[in-house]
């Protein structure tokens, strides 16, 4: 009996020498944002060459035509087939899953073809056909540009053999909803072909510039690379009414300087660009010398002509240069040694129509066009295609392209697969009334993964347009499907238990399918005593400060518990075991692996001792040997207690 109460006591001292453990520190998280704001420019060089094909059908027979291969990183954009108008009643053309439109003039009809590479001539007529009819087709290596920090950089190849420099253009286009415009655009050579100054030693038809699209043809310009310097505009409608303001007058006298400023439009409208012209006449025996200088900060060169009239005895030189200026105030200096004319039509633009799931609808209203000279009505749909255009009187003119249609009063109408024109005035004719395009939108799908990969169990997926929600879904495992209706540059949120978990840019064009990366992560939690030993059966809540997040779990033989798929965000965590509780907060922003460390020293019977429980039971358990040795040894006579 003494020796096994001296053990005991031997074996209580020496796990007391051995106690203490240090905590374990929880490692301080950082928090990394998912966030991008991608802005793309529209980069689209062309190659184009054209055949004249002799036809010879009898009645009945057919003709078919393949275009050739599209050169390597090219694909084929479209085919137009010219056919005079006087053999129109004879031949009908078709084309196999494909779209056709028409362009119509007074001697030639020409037929535009779409998605597909092949097309086919049928003599209807009950005559022979002879005929050679024109064929033109259009390869596109078609591509978007990153912008970063203001600036992009294209590469623009020599065309391959055997096409040449005049069978290449190239156009730069910056989608109407993004927030930029082109500053500069340098040359291989370095320079600035925006500037009034090279325009000036071009051709007006080598380059067509406006503040988002830009119009390279290559007669005169380098292949190579171009260097785009951006600032930052305000974005553009993609569905806007473009009518003109009064027509201002300006006489320049020899050696004078002008400054042109357009006034305000009216409420509701906004200032587009000015279009100028710039007239002079000189009898020939007192010709103009020196020239005109247009200064603003970005103009485009549209003609400069010059040429002699014979008047019977009298002859005379006449200039006239026409300008597309995009600034409310620009200066003209007149350096000839005659006056010059100076005609400036303003032209002013306001956002129109309502998008929906079924595409647009556009009213123009009378007060719109009132006074109008000039109107037109654009709509951009970048990729989206526009299936039907119905004008006003239920007419459909969806097959129609850079035509003008006699029965809408000569006004250009231009349906292109995503881009429509429409001319509302010219002079005495106006068009006014309710129009519609029918709009074949794309559904996006998404896979929403949490930050292991695995798929986000619910939520919700938010796209916005200008700050309004456009299209909204739930997620089910990992999946979400949208039908965004407006060309737009989207931004797309996630929202899981109250908190958004992304929040980013879609990239542009939109594609078919997206894969979101949420912040949404795991918390493994382990429950340990004092030594360190798995407190199995303690129960840890998990309170969120930012979601709408309460859970609770029971830890398990390791003292463990995992938290699966928790937004990111500040947590309260308390872990519980027979009465001892503890408390933690903790940011979450990535996965974490958590110790929580309990003051419980052992648990007997169902009852958890703290250290200074444990420290006090010994002490009595202590007391209480000691004493019993005092009663053994007066028991036995012994004058010591031996610790064996």
């Known amino acids: 009996m003494r020796r096994r109460s001296v053990a005991i006591i031997s074996s209580i001292l020496i796990l007391l020498c051995i106690l203490y453990i240090g905590a374990i520190a929880v490692p301080v998280l950082s928090e990394s944002m998912i966030m991008e704001s991608p802005l793309f420019i529209l980069y689209e060089y062309q190659l184009s060459e054209e055949y004249g094909l002799p036809i010879s059908l009898n009645s009945s027979a057919t003709f078919q035509y393949r275009a050739p291969p599209p050169p390597k990183g090219f694909s084929l954009d479209y085919m137009e087939i010219s056919i005079p108008v006087s053999i129109l009643s004879s031949l009908k053309i078709s084309c196999k899953g494909g779209i056709i439109k028409q362009r119509i003039t007074t001697e030639v009809l020409t037929y535009r073809i779409y998605n597909s590479p092949e097309f086919v001539l049928s003599n209807i007529g009950s005559d022979w056909?002879?005929?050679?009819?024109?064929?033109?087709?259009?390869?596109?290596?078609?591509?978007?540009?990153?912008?970063?920090?203001?600036?992009?950089?294209?590469?623009?190849?020599?065309?391959?053999?055997?096409?040449?420099?005049?069978?290449?253009?190239?156009?730069?286009?910056?989608?109407?909803?993004?927030?930029?415009?082109?500053?500069?655009?340098?040359?291989?050579?370095?320079?600035?072909?925006?500037?009034?100054?090279?325009?000036?030693?071009?051709?007006?038809?080598?380059?067509?510039?406006?503040p988002?699209?830009?119009?390279?043809?290559?007669?005169?310009?380098?292949?190579?690379?171009?260097?785009?310097?951006?600032?930052?505009?305000?974005?553009?409608?993609?569905?806007?009414?473009?009518?003109?303001g009064e027509t201002l007058r300006y006489e320049i006298d020899p050696g004078r300087t002008q400054i042109i400023p357009i006034s305000a439009p009216p409420e509701g409208w906004r200032f587009s660009h000015a279009e100028v012209i710039i007239a002079t006449v000189s009898l020939v025996n007192s010709q103009a010398s020196g020239n005109i200088t247009v200064e603003a900060p970005l103009l485009d060169e549209v003609a400069n002509i010059e040429n002699v009239i014979i008047v019977r005895f009298v002859r005379a030189k006449y200039m006239l240069r026409a300008l597309v200026v995009y600034s409310d105030r620009f200066k003209i200096t007149n350096g000839l040694n005659v006056p010059v004319i100076v005609y400036v039509i303003p032209f002013m633009y306001k956002a129109v129509g309502d998008w929906s799931p079924m595409g647009l609808s556009v009213s123009v209203g009378n007060n719109d066009l009132e006074g109008a000279t000039y109107a037109f009505l654009e709509v951009m749909t970048y990729g989206a295609p526009i299936e039907k255009v119905v004008i006003p009187g239920n007419r459909e003119v969806t097959s129609y392209y850079d035509t003008q249609i006699p029965w809408i009063s000569n006004l250009l109408v231009s349906c292109e697969p995503d881009h429509v024109l429409i001319q509302l005035a010219d002079g005495n004719s106006t068009l006014s009334g309710s129009f519609s395009f029918a709009i074949r939108w794309q559904s996006i799908s998404f896979s929403v993964t949490d930050a292991n990969g695995e798929p986000l169990q619910s939520g919700k997926l938010v796209l916005l347009a200008d700050g309004q929600v456009m299209a909204t879904s739930d997620i089910s495992y990992?999946?979400?499907?949208?039908?965004?209706?407006?060309?737009?540059?989207?931004?797309?949120?996630?929202?899981?238990?109250?908190?958004?978990?992304?929040?980013?840019?879609?990239?542009?064009?939109?594609?078919?399918?997206?894969?979101?990366?949420?912040?949404?992560?795991?918390?493994?939690?382990?429950?340990?005593?004092?030594?360190?030993?798995?407190?199995?059966?303690?129960?840890?809540?998990?309170?969120?400060?930012?979601?709408?997040?309460?859970?609770?779990?029971?830890?398990?033989?390791?003292?463990?518990?995992?938290?699966?798929?928790?937004?990111?965000?500040?947590?309260?965590?308390?872990?519980?075991?027979?009465?001892?509780?503890?408390?933690?907060?903790?940011?979450?922003?990535?996965?974490?692996?958590?110790?929580?460390?309990?003051?419980?020293?052992?648990?007997?019977?169902?009852?958890?001792?703290?250290?200074?429980?444990?420290?006090?039971?010994?002490?009595?358990?202590?007391?209480?040997?000691?004493?019993?040795?005092?009663?053994l040894k007066r028991r036995n006579g012994s004058s010591s207690i031996v610790l064996s």
């Not at 989608?175 to 415009?181: E, G, K, S, T, V």
Request: glycine share 6%; hydrophobic share 45%; with cysteine.
């Open 129 to 210: 056909v002879n005929v050679t009819i024109t064929v033109k087709v259009h390869y596109v290596d078609k591509t978007w540009i990153p912008v970063k920090d203001m600036h992009a950089e294209v590469s623009v190849p020599s065309p391959p053999i055997p096409f040449e420099s005049k069978n290449a253009s190239l156009t730069l286009e910056i989608p109407a909803f993004m927030p930029l415009r082109f500053k500069a655009i340098y040359d291989p050579n370095g320079r600035n072909i925006l500037s009034s100054k090279v325009q000036a030693e071009l051709s007006p038809d080598e380059i067509v510039i406006s």
């Open 478 to 631: 990992g999946e979400a499907v949208v039908t965004p209706y407006k060309p737009a540059l989207y931004k797309a949120e996630v929202i899981y238990h109250g908190v958004k978990v992304f929040n980013g840019f879609l990239s542009i064009p939109l594609a078919k399918h997206y894969d979101l990366k949420a912040k949404v992560y795991n918390m493994k939690i382990r429950v340990v005593g004092k030594r360190g030993q798995s407190l199995m059966g303690a129960v840890i809540n998990v309170t969120g400060f930012d979601s709408n997040i309460t859970l609770s779990a029971i830890a398990d033989e390791n003292g463990s518990a995992v938290f699966r798929q928790l937004p990111a965000g500040t947590y309260v965590i308390k872990a519980t075991y027979k009465g001892v509780s503890t408390t933690k907060q903790v940011t979450l922003n990535e996965n974490v692996d958590l110790e929580l460390k309990l003051d419980v020293f052992f648990d007997v019977i169902g009852v958890a001792f703290r250290m200074n429980q444990t420290i006090v039971a010994i002490a009595i358990l202590a007391a209480v040997l000691l004493t019993i040795g005092i009663l």
């Open 212 to 244: 988002r699209t830009v119009t390279l043809r290559f007669d005169n310009l380098p292949f190579g690379t171009y260097s785009i310097d951006f600032e930052k505009a305000e974005p553009m409608p993609c569905s806007v009414l473009y009518r003109n």
